[in-house]
């Protein structure tokens, strides 16, 4: 649709001799308009609504709204973002694909037109979820890890091939390329995106919406993206426009430069602990100062990386000549650097080092100040600085154990070892976060190479691996000579892909994973990564550690937590000398001469010259062809969806909530990976044993987020993490919960779940506090939907989480102000119900609901007593309160192409 252009914004601007259509933002001027002095994301905003302005869903008042943002005010006016483009991975992806291959069936059934189930933005995705470290430490790690991961997702990638053919606008990065991320800003990423409309070829910033929460690393780049839930996503590619509130936007100014001995890892681990106590959630945070020009892009794409981490919604640079040199160094033609520089000049989005733009809230940081950190042992914001990490450990390790001083013993190729806690287990270089960073990828080889030429070795319980973002890093590494160090010391390539950050760790030694559980040590991980939560690394070890990678090989030298890498040796020499970390520890010096002398663009232009056409391996696999998917009734990895099943043309009044019982009672900082099944699926577990009855031997189990296209086994394995703690069912640990359809009586969370289904009795789970943190996993909101949860109530939600339950058709409610689950005496055991929601039939949105308790009867549950309480609602947009009128965002969406 062409846009309404009320401010007359449309021009054209010539680069190179090719004319591009834009729409000024000089032409937004009026009284108390101000967009010169606006953010740079908010400028890359109102473009958006310049450019998609129709009268009807963006109006010329909501460009003036935002135009005139009063940085001081709290969120409040609706706007409709339409971003450039989809970017997926493969685990949010395929259950994306899904979705629309059943919304095409569904369309049918209603009568419509399948084909209108199709992107209608460019929508690409990168397959790089799906590799685990089953092999490592080999020269044959790489090939044998590809060949396994081929063996056990051959029915997805062939759905995936499928789909590459069905729908139009939908490439494909098939497995063994690269970290979606990584991929994103190396060859994806337009920051500049061009494309026919109605006829003209038309400019605008590149901007996206991702299937992962990390869709954020593009953000250093200048692209302002973000990540939403495979349903969000979903409903952008179908050209549904991201509902959202004109946000707060943080101002981080930077100044100075780093020191030597620290590293973007050490950075962005301190700005991590700095924002998550200013608090930043739903926030936009930017970047700017004279800081930022003496910061490489590089750093930049590390620190936009850990936006979630912080819990902002973007952690956004402005595009300057680091921008440009970075665009030339990975192969960007000639034609594209030259839009890009002066597109961003003629709207003023070029960086002003000298310029303070108009913030909400301001911090600012000197470089020379930051030291080299970990963070852990189960969240990224928990800084700790290197030269205190083996006291913090000890400190931490209370929380663990009662016995500090257990010891095991056990044999690896015929040497008697002992271990104790704090034993460094899993020692990866994995994830986008660092990956992509050469300073920091450089660095961790010439330490190792600098250890073996010492004579220093791994210690032997360490399970190593090298999961790199793109083969572009085996390229300098090659060129540059350092692969055999890294080899040398166990780092062999495992793959190319999110490996041991996601929980694709793979098995411990198989001596080293008895002997803990033997003994019950809490062992530790350490890894390059951007996520340690509990239980999700790997479910031997309990402590996990995020750290840079030059200091991931440092610890799998030391071994424990428990050294001092600044006062205690690593190991000896060949003579006997004790070899010291600080001995080994490249300079920035010989950093940078490898990174000048071994990383050029023809690395990347080669690498992605024909990206899209995978190996031989992906064009060999059988595809089928056809509209619409024929779905093999005995696959345990893909399933048509359920959630279009009987749904009516037009949507049913929403009703109030009767008598619903509480699935699980939850206490603070929940993430996405407590609740959302991910990590390998155990044989006595309800999906191990739902893949047991299909014929499914256990050394084909995979992984949880290999089966995502699955429903069925996607349901058994919500909310069972093996460090979930459901207050309900004290003494517990994991999946469990009380079934008072049966008396009360600890069951799994699936099998209450389909107890209560069949009694016709909806279900409400009570949290705490940021609920939902963590990764933008759509099946935690799936999975809860199917389950039969109508109603969350928490004490505050993570952004992402809180969106997709509304987009699932479940009610997310806040508890009074300062008040918790406790503070009202809810144990659980209560009958609840929920009034007021009836309101949303008549179009509006109710600010608070009431909450009914009732004791169960045959309960003590309350002293026999009904309370009430007010319960926030936390539909925070209309746009919200239309995907819950319509029981979720797929159904509206479907409803409104059937109607169109």
């Known amino acids: 649709m062409a846009s309404a252009d009320s401010f007359g914004a449309k021009s054209t601007l010539e680069v190179g001799g090719q004319s591009y259509q834009i729409y000024r933002l000089d032409a937004v001027t009026g009284e108390g308009l101000d967009v010169a002095s606006l953010p740079f994301s908010l400028k890359v905003l109102l473009e958006n609504l310049l450019r998609t302005e129709d009268g009807a869903d963006i109006t010329a008042d909501d460009i003036k709204a935002l135009a005139g943002w009063d940085a001081d005010a709290d969120p409040s006016k609706e706007i409709q973002f339409t971003p450039a483009r989809v970017i997926m991975q493969d685990f949010t992806g395929v259950p994306c694909v899904v979705d629309l291959a059943t919304m095409r069936e569904a369309m049918s059934d209603l009568g419509g037109d399948p084909s209108k189930i199709n992107p209608l933005a460019p929508a690409e995705m990168v397959i790089d979820h799906s590799v685990i470290a089953d092999v490592f430490g080999t020269p044959e790690a790489f090939e044998r890890n590809v060949e396994i991961e081929y063996e056990r997702n051959r029915e997805r990638y062939q759905f995936l091939r499928w789909g590459q053919g069905a729908f139009d606008d939908f490439k494909v990065v098939p497995p063994g390329t690269g970290i979606v991320h990584q991929v994103n800003i190396e060859h994806l990423a337009r920051v500049t995106f061009t494309r026919e409309v109605d006829g003209e070829l038309t400019a605008y910033p590149d901007t996206c919406v991702g299937t992962d929460s990390h869709t954020t690393m593009v953000n250093g780049i200048g692209v302002v993206g973000w990540g939403v839930g495979g349903i969000e996503a979903e409903a952008a590619m179908l050209g549904q426009p991201v509902s959202m509130l004109i946000p707060r936007v943080v101002g981080f100014k930077l100044s100075g430069e780093l020191p030597e001995g620290s590293t973007a890892t050490d950075l962005v681990l301190t700005i991590t602990e700095m924002l998550r106590q200013h608090g930043v959630v739903g926030k936009f945070v930017e970047f700017y100062g004279e800081g930022v020009s003496a910061l490489p892009l590089a750093n930049r794409a590390t620190i936009g990386n850990m936006s979630p981490e912080f819990g902002s919604t973007i952690a956004v640079f402005p595009i300057d000549e680091e921008t440009l040199k970075y665009l030339e160094l990975t192969g960007r033609d000639a034609e594209?650097?030259?839009?890009?520089?002066?597109?961003?000049?003629?709207?003023?989005?070029?960086?002003?080092?000298?310029?303070?733009?108009?913030?909400?809230?301001?911090?600012?940081?000197?470089?020379?100040?930051?030291?080299?950190?970990?963070?852990?042992?189960?969240?990224?914001?928990?800084?700790?600085?290197?030269?205190?990490?083996?006291?913090?450990?000890?400190?931490?390790?209370?929380?663990?154990?009662?016995?500090?001083?257990?010891?095991?013993?056990?044999?690896?190729?015929?040497?008697?070892?002992?271990?104790?806690?704090?034993?460094?287990?899993?020692?990866?270089?994995?994830?986008?976060?660092?990956?992509?960073?050469?300073?920091?990828?450089?660095?961790?080889?010439?330490?190792?190479?600098?250890?073996?030429?010492?004579?220093?070795?791994?210690?032997?319980?360490?399970?190593?691996?090298?999961?790199?973002?793109?083969?572009?890093?085996?390229?300098?590494?090659?060129?540059?000579?350092?692969?055999?160090?890294?080899?040398?010391?166990?780092?062999?390539?495992?793959?190319?892909?999110?490996?041991?950050?996601?929980?694709?760790?793979?098995?411990?030694?198989?001596?080293?994973?008895?002997?803990?559980?033997?003994?019950?040590?809490?062992?530790?991980?350490?890894?390059?990564?951007?996520?340690?939560?509990?239980?999700?690394?790997?479910?031997?070890?309990?402590?996990?550690?995020?750290?840079?990678?030059?200091?991931?090989?440092?610890?799998?030298?030391?071994?424990?937590?428990?050294?001092?890498?600044?006062?205690?040796?690593?190991?000896?020499?060949?003579?006997?000398?004790?070899?010291?970390?600080?001995?080994?520890?490249?300079?920035?010096?010989?950093?940078?001469?490898?990174?000048?002398?071994?990383?050029?663009?023809?690395?990347?232009?080669?690498?992605?010259?024909?990206?899209?056409?995978?190996?031989?391996?992906?064009?060999?696999?059988?595809?089928?062809?056809?509209?619409?998917?024929?779905?093999?009734?005995?696959?345990?990895?893909?399933?048509?969806?359920?959630?279009?099943?009987?749904?009516?043309?037009?949507?049913?009044?929403?009703?109030?909530?009767?008598?619903?019982?509480?699935?699980?009672?939850?206490?603070?900082?929940?993430?996405?990976?407590?609740?959302?099944?991910?990590?390998?699926?155990?044989?006595?577990?309800?999906?191990?044993?739902?893949?047991?009855?299909?014929?499914?031997?256990?050394?084909?189990?995979?992984?949880?987020?290999?089966?995502?296209?699955?429903?069925?086994?996607?349901?058994?394995?919500?909310?069972?993490?093996?460090?979930?703690?459901?207050?309900?069912?004290?003494?517990?640990?994991?999946?469990?919960?009380?079934?008072?359809?049966?008396?009360?009586?600890?069951?799994?969370?699936?099998?209450?779940?389909?107890?209560?289904?069949?009694?016709?009795?909806?279900?409400?789970?009570?949290?705490?506090?940021?609920?939902?943190?963590?990764?933008?996993?759509?099946?935690?909101?799936?999975?809860?939907?199917?389950?039969?949860?109508?109603?969350?109530?928490?004490?505050?939600?993570?952004?992402?989480?809180?969106?997709?339950?509304?987009?699932?058709?479940v009610l997310p409610l806040q508890f009074p102000p300062g008040k918790t689950a406790d503070d009202l005496g809810l144990t659980g055991e209560e009958v609840i119900s929920v009034s007021g929601i009836t309101e949303l039939n008549q179009g509006g949105t109710p600010r608070t609901v009431t909450v009914k308790v009732e004791p169960a009867p045959g309960s003590d549950a309350s002293h026999g007593e009904t309370s009430e309480f007010e319960a926030t609602v936390r539909i925070d947009t209309p746009g919200e309160a239309n995907y819950y009128r319509n029981g979720g965002i797929m159904p509206f969406v479907l409803r409104n192409l059937r109607r169109g």
């Not at 000197?366 to 006291?391: C, N």
């Not at 940078?592 to 990206?611: K, L, N, P, R």
């Open 336 to 809: 594209q650097l030259a839009l890009v520089e002066a597109y961003a000049k003629e709207q003023g989005l070029w960086h002003d080092p000298a310029a303070e733009p108009r913030y909400s809230e301001r911090l600012e940081l000197d470089l020379g100040e930051v030291v080299p950190s970990l963070a852990g042992p189960k969240r990224p914001q928990d800084r700790v600085e290197l030269a205190k990490a083996a006291t913090a450990f000890d400190k931490a390790l209370a929380d663990y154990t009662d016995e500090k001083a257990k010891t095991a013993s056990l044999t690896l190729d015929g040497e008697e070892l002992e271990i104790t806690h704090g034993a460094v287990s899993i020692a990866a270089i994995t994830s986008c976060t660092n990956t992509s960073n050469p300073s920091v990828m450089i660095g961790a080889a010439l330490l190792a190479k600098n250890a073996v030429e010492k004579g220093l070795q791994r210690k032997p319980w360490v399970k190593t691996s090298l999961a790199p973002g793109s083969k572009v890093v085996s390229d300098y590494y090659e060129k540059a000579g350092l692969t055999p160090y890294l080899d040398k010391l166990g780092f062999n390539l495992v793959g190319y892909g999110c490996t041991t950050c996601i929980g694709n760790s793979g098995p411990l030694i198989p001596e080293v994973s008895d002997a803990v559980n033997e003994a019950d040590l809490a062992v530790v991980s350490v890894l390059s990564g951007n996520r340690n939560f509990e239980g999700r690394i790997n479910p031997d070890v309990k402590m996990n550690y995020l750290a840079s990678p030059p200091l991931v090989v440092a610890y799998a030298l030391a071994g424990s937590m428990t050294v001092d890498l600044f006062e205690d040796p690593l190991g000896q020499d060949e003579d006997g000398n004790d070899v010291f970390l600080k001995d080994i520890w490249p300079s920035p010096t010989e950093v940078e001469d490898v990174i000048a002398s071994a990383i050029t663009s023809d690395m990347f232009t080669g690498d992605y010259a024909d990206v899209f056409a995978g190996d031989e391996r992906w064009q060999s696999l059988p595809t089928p062809e056809g509209n619409t998917f024929e779905w093999d009734q005995d696959s345990t990895y893909v399933r048509k969806a359920p959630y279009f099943e009987g749904m009516p043309e037009e949507p049913e009044p929403v009703t109030d909530i009767e008598g619903a019982r509480v699935l699980l009672k939850l206490g603070d900082s929940v993430t996405t990976d407590h609740i959302s099944p991910a990590g390998a699926i155990k044989k006595d577990s309800p999906a191990g044993r739902y893949l047991a009855e299909h014929g499914v031997e256990q050394r084909d189990f995979n992984s949880y987020g290999s089966r995502r296209g699955n429903h069925e086994v996607m349901i058994r394995g919500t909310f069972a993490n093996i460090r979930l703690r459901n207050q309900l069912a004290p003494g517990t640990e994991g999946g469990f919960t009380r079934d008072f359809t049966a008396d009360g009586e600890v069951t799994s969370v699936f099998e209450a779940s389909e107890n209560y289904i069949a009694a016709g009795t909806p279900l409400v789970v009570l949290a705490g506090k940021e609920y939902g943190s963590g990764s933008s996993r759509d099946w935690a909101a799936k999975g809860t939907a199917l389950l039969g949860v109508k109603v969350v109530i928490a004490e505050s939600y993570e952004r992402i989480h809180r969106s997709n339950l509304i987009g699932m058709g």
